[in-house]
Every structure is written in structure tokens, then in C-alpha cells.
């Protein structure tokens, strides 16, 4: 009985045949997963012996948690070029659907926010003057920071702006250059050319170099759909994500080591999504489809909005308790158990009474959706645009 319970509430696709669908949710649930290690190896850093293997361990790692905002920014690249290139869809109507995907969510833990920021003022970012706080706070439910050098109300909510810029331009994109009427060879060249052109700029003037992993998406659509490239199995996928993970040492401060990062994890995720999407019988396609990690994945996008906040409350009880500078990797170990353990609470939470009802409700008729091409299933759009954290 529970067990059902759970599948009607977390299983977003358990009516759809699409293969990609299953690897899909798993992926997101293992970017969701490193996120949270980026916020909770600084937070648990104070507790840890000073000096150590450990600490030089969880230093290392903590950069490498940082790539599952790049993983996010690929499947939404992936998700939404498909939808767009399967049908003609007015721009207004389009991004109608965005807002609804993204801002019950963000509208309900940003009022948190606020309510806080008056609670202790002395872990505000909100401005003390009133004309300064009113435009902060437009600021910031716009979507502004990230892509404008603007601090976040919400940490994690920079990638917001990056998703945001993304659904503004391509659609636009799309329609300007008539890319349902292109061939998929012409429209692969079009996002290489681009992506090489960017990253070149890049290289130069520095930049959201980083929205290159939106381009890695869309490539991986049109490749995957029009079966351009052969899958290799699952060694090569994971050697160039570890590849990946390994760049995230280079500093982000300097334009050349950002370049450098961002092109090895646009080949890494991509290699890494083209086999779970087109080999789902792989040993990587098959870890991820366990139905943990795409339950995780189904609800990565409150998760990534709400557990950096519990996760800091429940540190800050921790500390009235237990002694800091004082443990090694058992306590490491436990901790990071307990503490995943309890930002699934108000994650599940958030998404059982806020995102499943308000912004996941079917919207469609799948009859709409007949002649949307066979490898694609536009009822998948509900799984995308979990947009990645810091």
C-alpha cells in the first residue's frame, strides 16, 4: 500500500513508453546528489580535524559537485530544443508554460526568504533602505542574478537567470532561422559553429560561458534522434566524465581554465547522456534508472530550492551540540547521511503540495501530441528544467 502510494506520487512518467525518459529522471537525480554535496562538504568543513587527508579529500570534491548545474543546463538543452523543433509552438504560449513550471515553487520559498531576512536581519542580503530592498527583491524575482552580476536572494537560484535566458532566446532562435525546415545536418553545423564561436568569445572577454552546456543539449537531441553517432558502452562515457570532474580544479577566475572546464563537461555529459539515451540496457543506463535516483530526480527542483536552507538550520542546531574540529571520516560519513536524509523532508514536502499540483498538473491532451516525432514525447517537458544549484 505505501509502496503504491509513493509510486502515484513520484513516478512523473509510469505512462509513457519513451526510453529516454527512465536514464533521464536517474540523471537528474545524480546531478541533484552532487549539488548537494557542493553545499554540504563547506558546511560540515568546521566540524571535520583540521589539516587532514579528509579535509584535503572533501576540498578537492567540493569543486566537482559543482558540475550538476552543468548536467541540469544540458538535459534542459536537450528537453526543450526537442519540444520546439517537434512542433510549432507560439512564443507566448511557450513561455506561459515556463513560468508555470518554474515559479510556484520559487514564489513560495522566496516569500520564505523574505520572512527570514526580517527575522534575522543580520543574515540579511536585503538592502536596510526601502527604495534599495524594492528593487533587490524585483531584482531577484525576475531571475536577474546570474546571468547580471546581481548577489541571490535564494544561493541556488543564480542558474534560474541562465535557464531563463535560454527559454527568452530559443525559441527565438528556432523560428528566425527556420530550423523545423532545416536538415538535422544543418542544424548540427549551426550549434557547433556557435558553440565554437562562443567559447572563442570566451576565451577573450570571459562571460556565462557555462550556457555553452545548453548547446551540448541540443546537439545531443538532434544526434540522438537522427542516430548520428554510435553509442560505445559505458567506459568511455565515464572516463570522460571523470575527465570532467578532474577540470573542475582549474580556477573559475580565469577565462582560459573556464573555457577549458566547460568544454571537457560538454563532452563528458554529453557522452554520458547519448548512452544512457540510445544503449538503456547499459550497465550506467541501468544504475540510473533505479527508481531511488529518479525519484530523486523527479523532484530535483524543489530539492534544489529547499535543502540548502534546512540544510543550514540543521548545522546550526548541530553546532549547539556537538563540537567542532574535533571529528574525522566516521562523523563525515553519518552526517552527510543524516543530513541527505533530512532535506528530503521539506523537499518531499514542497513537492507533493506545491510543484506536483501547481506546476507538474497535465495541461495537454496526449491526442495533441500525435504527430510529435517517435523518439520524442513532449509529455517528458513535465521532467525537465529542474535548474541546477551552486
Known sequence: MIVEWMRSKFELSRHLSH?????MEGLRGLAIFLVFL????????PWLVPGTPLTKIARTAFPMGKVGVDLFFVLSGYLIYGSLIARDQ???SFMGRRIQRIYPVFTLMFIVYIALSRLFPGESKVPATMPGALLYLGENFLLLPGMLPIKPLITAAWSLSYEFFYYLTIPLLVGAFRMREKSVHWRVGFFALLTVGAALVSLEYGGPVRLLMFIAGILLYDVTRHHLFSASGSVLPLVFVAAGLVSTRVPEEDPVGMVIRTGLLFVAFFMLCHTCFTRPTSAVARALSATPVRWLGNISYSYYL??????????????KFVAVHTHGLGFFMGIMVVMFAWTLVPSVFLFLFVERPFSLAPKHSPRKYADAPARFNPDAIKLANAPAAD
Not at 557542493?38 to 568543513?45: D, G, S
Not at 529547499?306 to 553546532?319: D, E, N, P, R, T
Open 19 to 23: 526510453g529516454n525518459v527512465r536514464p
Open 306 to 319: 529547499v535543502h540548502g536552507l534546512a540544510m543550514k538550520m540543521a548545522f546550526a542546531v548541530l553546532g
Open 38 to 45: 557542493t553545499h554540504f562538504i563547506p558546511m560540515v568543513e
Open 90 to 92: 507560439p512564443f507566448l
